[in-house]
């Protein structure tokens, strides 16, 4: 218990560094919240169309131009600047209706219109609405109705809406937010850990101290076994505070089956932080160089890896790097968790690779500090 | 006397030079053994053979009857050790560190509890006990040093030069708890660079060179192996190359030195040698502040034993 209650009291005098990262996240957390509350799955959205109307606004010239200020943003450009307008995206579309429109929709010929578009998908938001309307159009014209019979028709048809019903359990918002909130966890997690860890073992494996301990009762197994089990209870109550955390933070969102897979997911990446932070600690020697190697591995392999910028805004390069870094697979398994619909063995095969790479990284790290470790002994 | 400590031609190699050479000598109990010898001359490395530390080469260790090995953990139970450079936890206050060090030798809490204190008042820190190392002197954490090497009430204490660079309150204060320690029953191994505390300190002493053992005895066992007998020292300005070459003349002259303005005459015998200088410096006309006669220090047999001062 002597070497745990002062593992502890070390551990006290260090608290601030700990709560401060919980601090980082926890306010990343709910500002992240709050954020994204406005958030919702489908937007509306209009595109810009310019109108050049050439024939009288009446009939079904009238009727055509309406129907599309109706469901565009009509907008009023001089001639002279059309084509730089459509270039810088100021408007989407543009359509040209000639003189001879009416005359020649009630004569039953094609209408003439002539279209310039900026070729996105606002233009052809555009471009659909005028298909559909001269289709629509063309139909009850070639069914006899008259000019008024076929505009009221063109309503009836065109303004019915289909009301669709996402049926699926996916809540990507609340998903979201649980991703957002675990892929930060791993700047927390990690910068905790090797912070808390490699100080414990610079001030107990320090070297005067260590010869202390060494020329005392206490077996050097049992004093290891005891620094080994200490550090990872450390690790395990900070996954844990932090765990409890995202419950009160995301919610309904943590019962999912998603948000339950990214806490194992979360509990695999705390080990693999553990037995990094037992390799870093082997190495270090002194206390003052703990604050710069935090900053190069956690703060380094969190911007590197997804945690504070998506990983889909990272440039490739950037990512090819990563996938030699832990983090990289932490976040990308809670990527592909956010977006899986159904959960089952077949479509959780995607994430037992990410997973599976994260226990090869724990294995690795405590290889390596096993072989410095040794050659350490060896040469003292 | 029953031997604490028995070491039976221990040699130590480091890379095929010899540290410790085929070294055997006994530590008795209750005793008080100073180790002295230059840099380099194995002093170190004979401790942590002896601590298990290091590896052996050849030789055997035996302590309180039984082989030393790094898993002998029941001979350790009674070692305290303090080595020269401070070990202790800087985020655990005075106290704190205390208890670490006891704890990891003795589980009884109420025990334990008794064993700091009294090694407190040893040292001397009862107003420090919530002191962080960080705060204290340099004395003040040697003394901390050594409650953390001694609280557990060891029979056998190795003292690795403890009173280097420490203020002259703190070294008094630690050589009584040294005395102390030892009137309370513990055998102490003792290596040093001051002279006087051996002199102050050791019953007897161990004096090594290359890793070999050139001679060891009880202090005035020592002295008496040296060719001197009596070392005047004079202070006079001015002295002619002429008096100095004719003072070392003198039969019963083992040497002449003459730097700074004193002069040092050793004699290797004789009577009235400080009576025979006055009378020639007064025949000579030769003016002089001071002048003094002492017996020959260990230092004057260190020297003639190793052939250089302990700091070489």
Known sequence: MTVFKTFLKVLNKNKFIVILY???????????????????????????????????????????????????????????????????????????????????????????????????????????????????????????????????????????????????????????????????????????????????????????????????????????????????????????????????????????????????????????????????????????????????????????????????????FVLKIAHLLPSYWYIKTNELLKTMEIINIESLKPIFYPMGILCFFSVFFVILTNYISSKRRNIG | MNKIIEVANLTKKYKGKTAVDALSFSVFEGEILGLLGPNGSGKSTTINCILSLLSIDEGKITIFGQEMKPSAYEIKKEIGVVFQDVAVFDELTVIDNIRYFCGLYIKDKKVREVYIEEAIQLVGLEEFKKYYPKQLSGGLLRRLNIACGISHKPKLIFFDEPTVAVDPQSRNNILDGMKTLNKNGATIIYTTHYMEEVEFLCHRVIILDKGKIIESGTIDELKSLSNIEEKISVEVNNLKKSIISDIAKWEQVESVDYENGILIVTYQKGKNNLAGLIHYFKENRIEYNKIFSERPTLNDVFLELTGKGLRD
């Open chain 1, 22 to 316: 919980s601090v980082i996240l926890l306010f990343f957390g709910v500002s992240n919240m709050q954020t994204q509350e406005e958030n919702t799955n489908f937007i509306s959205s209009k595109p810009d169309v310019l109108l050049v109307v050439s024939d009288e606004l009446e009939g079904i010239t009238k009727h055509f131009v309406d129907y599309m200020e109706k469901h565009t943003n009509r907008k009023e450009i001089e001639e002279s600047v059309r084509d730089d307008a459509l270039f810088y995206r100021d408007v989407n579309y543009i359509i040209f209706i000639n003189d001879h429109f009416r005359e020649d929709f009630l004569s039953g010929e094609q209408p003439n219109i002539e279209v310039k578009s900026t070729g996105d998908y606002q233009a052809s938001l555009a471009e659909l609405l005028v298909n559909n309307y001269l289709k629509v159009a063309s139909v009850y014209q070639k069914m006899g109705f008259t000019e008024e019979e076929i505009m009221q028709n063109i309503d009836k048809t065109l303004e019915k809406q289909v009301v669709m019903e996402v049926t699926s359990p996916l809540d990507t918002d609340q998903l979201e937010k649980v991703a957002f909130y675990y892929n930060f966890l791993s700047y927390s997690m990690l910068a905790g850990c090797v912070y808390i860890i490699c100080l414990m073992l610079v001030s107990f494996q320090n070297e005067k101290i260590r010869k202390r301990t060494i020329i005392s009762s206490m077996s050097d197994r049992k004093y290891n076994r005891i620094l080994l089990l200490s550090n990872g209870l450390f690790a395990l109550l900070l996954w844990l505070c932090y765990v409890v955390l995202s419950f009160i933070l995301l919610g309904e969102g943590m019962f999912s089956r998603q948000g339950f897979l990214m806490l194992i997911n979360s509990f695999l990446f705390t080990i693999c932080c553990l037995t990094l932070a037992f390799l870093l600690g082997t190495l270090i020697r002194s206390k003052n160089t703990i604050n710069g190697i935090v900053n190069v591995v956690a703060l380094g392999s969190s911007f590197l890896c997804g945690a504070f910028v998506p990983m889909e805004w990272l440039p490739n």
